[in-house]
């Protein structure tokens, strides 16, 4: 029944590692988002994908890949994990991209780089 | 001047209280405005969406004032369940024809008290 589910809920891990967060959404949206909160609670977009077309990416490194496989998964690979990447990773979906105000998010990825 | 502000509190009120968050923004062309809240460790959800004749959801009102660039939000009759981060959001208006990125404030902390 979840809309929006993450998995993991928790991931600590070692500087230099790869891993990755994946998403689902079940409400038949057409938009799904990745944020990023960190340890001052700003929550920043990453990336947006629509249709499973990435149309926002905002200045992020390029350690960090989405990847949409279909319209309903939007999952995110880091590579070559650093201390700063450390934060609450949040996934979200909206109807569509001109409805970003109604989101719906996931219940985050807390990472945590030792 | 930041894009979107907000003072951080926290606010400590009694049970049955009326309180008032205010917000600034800096880009005079964005046009969606809304409030979420976060509870603590947990994802933002949509409270409201601030329209600019001003909207009433229950206890909650929101409000637009475009002239000088900022929302407000008032919660009357205060509940122990309103404790949380009230997060303001304002679309930064569009590049390449969309509605452009949604930008978070660092939010309010309010601690409603028995």
């Known amino acids: 029944d979840t809309a929006v589910s993450q998995t993991p809920k928790y991931l600590v891990t070692q500087m230099g590692n790869d891993k990755s967060i994946k998403c689902e959404q079940n409400l038949g949206h057409d938009t799904m988002y990745w944020y990023k909160q960190d340890s001052k609670k700003f929550l920043k977009i990453m990336f947006s994908y629509n249709n499973k077309e990435l149309i926002i990416n905002e200045t992020v490194p390029n350690r960090f890949s989405p990847k949409s496989p279909d319209k309903a998964h939007l999952n995110l690979h880091i590579n070559s994990l650093e201390l700063g990447d450390s934060a609450v990773y949040f996934c979200?979906?909206?109807?569509?991209?001109?409805?970003?105000?109604?989101?719906?998010f996931g219940p985050g990825t807390r990472l945590t780089v030792l | 001047r930041k894009e979107v502000e907000q003072d951080p509190g926290p606010f400590n009120v009694p049970e049955g209280a009326t309180v008032a968050f205010n917000c600034t923004y800096s880009n005079s062309a964005s046009q969606s405005f809304f409030w979420y809240r976060q509870d603590c460790r947990k994802e933002p959800k949509l409270l409201m969406s601030v329209y600019s004749s001003g909207n009433e959801d229950g206890r909650f009102t929101a409000q637009l004032n475009r002239a000088s660039q900022y929302i407000s939000l008032l919660i009357r009759d205060s509940k122990l369940s309103d404790s949380a981060t009230y997060l303001c959001?304002?679309?930064?208006?569009?590049?390449?024809?969309?509605?452009?990125?949604?930008?978070f404030g660092k939010g309010t902390k309010l601690s409603v008290k028995p």
């Open positions: 979200a979906s909206s109807p569509r991209t001109g409805d970003q105000g109604r989101l719906v």
């Open positions: 959001v304002v679309n930064k208006q569009g590049y390449g024809g969309s509605q452009g990125n949604l930008i």
